[in-house]
């Protein structure tokens, strides 16, 4: 008995700081979080108003790698949106309900069955040295119970929004010349190309890594066979998903070599193909692929089923990431 009651006070212990952590609790669950990033609103902008371009900064993928999301066809603006799908993250979606371009985003957010919108503000505010970006989040009001829970949201989500705003300053701040202006997307014509390639199945954050150890595999391949680079080496991407891509590293050559079981000879017909010349860091090159894909869709345009990076320039002579070039070719198929 002595036992029970023991219990029994413990237990109205955990009641009574369960319910003084609901009077203190606050009824709704609000956060925000601001950070100066040191380009113009225009710059910084469109890494938010287009949900794709939020991939290499969504604090919540870096969260959940099992996370997987899903993208409204419209790729920017009001009625975008995008669905995610994580072992830690759980389910959810979210909307964009009103846009003032280069100065206010407002989204509605839905949490896994719960069918009640939550709300999420944007603004972007031209300071001295840049563009203050402040990020917000504003639930419904939480029943006298639920209240406690708010303190815990509070907290993961101020962690998530502070991670999330340094990753977009620094991808924002690598960026800045692609992302001032839209994306110029150029209906060009290619000439025959010969490639030496080694084909993988890669996670996004190993590509670097991937190409590291295979350039050199393929260049003394070529020399082996008496072939000399044509051009600036090169990454063909066949496939690609959050977690996996289906890539080839490849080096143009100037004549036609055998392959072997891991090195594989392919030629890229000469023709039309779509066209952006990138210059910024390599992890920003995102919004070229898709501003690509929008302008094919947008004019009825059948692309083939890769594309190409091209590396113009090399990282060891030139440091300042702004001045790199890399040119994303997409064959168009031909009639």
Known sequence: MKALKIIGIIFLILIGIYVVAAVVAPATLKVEQSTVVEVSPAQ???????FKNWEPWNPWDAMDPTNTNDFSEQAC??????????DQTGEGRQDILEALENEYIKCSLVFGMDPTPQTSEWFFEEVE??????????????????????L??????????????????????????EMEAAIDVQEIEIEEGKYLLITGD???MNIG???TENFPKIM?????????????????????????????????IDKEVEGNEEIEYR??????????????????????????????????????????ETYITDPEEEPDTSKWLTKITYPIVSE
């Open 44 to 50: 910084v902008y469109p890494h938010v108003a287009c």
């Open 77 to 86: 603006g009001v009625g975008s949106w995008y669905s995610w799908k994580g």
């Open 129 to 150: 040295g840049g563009t203050k970006v402040t990020w917000n989040f504003i639930g419904t009001e939480a029943s006298f119970l639920q209240r406690p829970m708010n």
């Open 152 to 177: 815990m949201g509070e907290y993961f989500l101020t962690k998530a929004y502070t991670s999330g705003l340094a990753s977009l300053k620094e991808v924002a701040e690598s960026s800045p010349a």
């Open 202 to 204: 890669v996670e996004p």
């Open 209 to 211: 890594l991937y190409f």
């Open 220 to 252: 003394a391949y070529a020399e082996s066979k008496g072939a000399n680079m044509a051009g600036s080496p090169a990454g063909m991407y066949f496939s690609w998903t959050d977690t996996l891509t289906n890539m080839a590293a490849a080096i143009p």
């Open 267 to 308: 030629v890229v017909k000469a023709g039309a193909a779509l066209n952006v010349d990138h210059y910024g860091d390599y992890d920003a090159v995102g919004p070229a692929h898709y501003a690509i894909e929008d302008y094919a869709n947008a004019n009825g345009i059948s692309l083939e089923g890769f594309a190409i």
